[in-house]
């Protein structure tokens, strides 16, 4: 059975178009949907099995109708991560499954008022769960609020999922290296800088990551309208690419 896996985001919060901005990446946003940039997630498809990776996008019950998906995957309770599960909580029918950190606060009063969603399912750092015969691994990552980013594997498939993340910590450095995946989906929200950002990955960090792990594919994402006009007058390296929204990778 294939492992598949698509980006239904690949923005950050601001998106692509940003509000008000006029630079060379948002003009051509506004005027072609295939260049838009939606909040970070995606949908994983394995064994009849749909999975939802982060629920940032806000159109979540018009994309996805009841009994569509099993269960939401979230890396972590920013708001343009889990915007989309504060509508969907007050729907009506069976209980929905919401794996994710054990981050106490969680996003505004999600726990308080969970309705239909069932937050009991937190996951700890490299103690391996099953989602539908998928096996997941959190991996820690380095962010502003507590968030993991994911191993899936198969019996002939594994994909990282590394979203939101400035550099990696190393203990999830280490796992990646010994368990090289056959692709990784990395944030990568800047061009290269001389300093590394704080919050988010540029360029030059994702190329050092990968200089270590040596993965043979690396898809960009979260990235942002400036990273997008940089992008416009200067080609990626090879073995990286930026990723799209509606981009698929199927693994077998």
């Given at each position: ?7 239904t985001g690949?923005?950050?919060?601001q998106g692509?178009?940003?509000y ?8 051509r ?5 295939a260049?838009?940039?939606?909040p970070?997630s995606g949908v994983?498809?394995?064994n ?8 940032g ?10 009994g569509f998906?099993?269960?939401?995957l ?6 343009d991560?889990v915007q989309g599960?504060?509508p969907?909580r007050?729907?009506v029918?069976?209980t929905?499954?919401v794996y ?5 606060q969680?996003?505004?009063?999600l726990?308080?008022h ?5 937050f009991?399912?937190?996951v700890?750092?490299f103690?391996?769960?099953d989602?539908?015969?998928?096996q ?6 380095n ?7 994911y191993?899936?594997?198969?019996a002939?498939?594994?994909?990282a999922?590394?979203s939101d993340t400035?550099?990696l910590p190393?203990?999830?450095?280490k ?9 990784i989906?990395?944030?990568?929200s800047h061009?290269?800088r001389?300093?590394?950002p704080?919050?988010h990955?540029?360029?030059?960090t ?8 040596g993965?043979p594919?690396?898809?960009?994402t ?9 992008m416009?007058d ?14 698929v990778?199927?693994l077998d």
């Amino acid at each position: 059975m294939s492992l598949t896996l698509t980006l239904t985001g690949t923005g950050g919060a601001q998106g692509v178009p940003a509000y008000g901005c006029d630079c060379a990446a948002c003009r051509r946003a506004r005027q072609h949907e295939a260049y838009r940039r939606r909040p970070c997630s995606g949908v994983i498809k394995f064994n009849h099995a749909v999975t939802l990776l982060d629920a940032g996008l806000h159109d979540l019950a018009e994309r996805w109708p009841a009994g569509f998906f099993e269960q939401f995957l979230l890396t972590h309770y920013h708001m343009d991560h889990v915007q989309g599960l504060f509508p969907l909580r007050w729907g009506v029918g069976a209980t929905i499954p919401v794996y994710g950190p054990p981050d106490e606060q969680g996003c505004d009063d999600l726990f308080k008022h969970p309705g239909i969603l069932d937050f009991s399912h937190t996951v700890e750092p490299f103690v391996v769960f099953d989602l539908q015969g998928l096996q997941v691994t959190p991996l820690p990552l380095n962010h502003s609020k507590l968030t993991f980013g994911y191993l899936l594997e198969s019996a002939h498939s594994r994909v990282a999922w590394l979203s939101d993340t400035a550099g990696l910590p190393d203990k999830t450095l280490k796992f990646l290296l010994n368990n090289r995946p056959q692709a990784i989906v990395i944030d990568c929200s800047h061009e290269p800088r001389p300093d590394a950002p704080r919050n988010h990955c540029d360029l030059n960090t994702v190329i050092a990551l990968n200089e270590v792990i040596g993965c043979p594919r690396v898809i960009l994402t979260h990235i942002s309208h400036q990273f997008d006009v940089w992008m416009m007058d200067n080609p990626l390296p090879d073995g990286i690419e930026a990723g799209y929204d509606g981009m698929v990778l199927v693994l077998d």
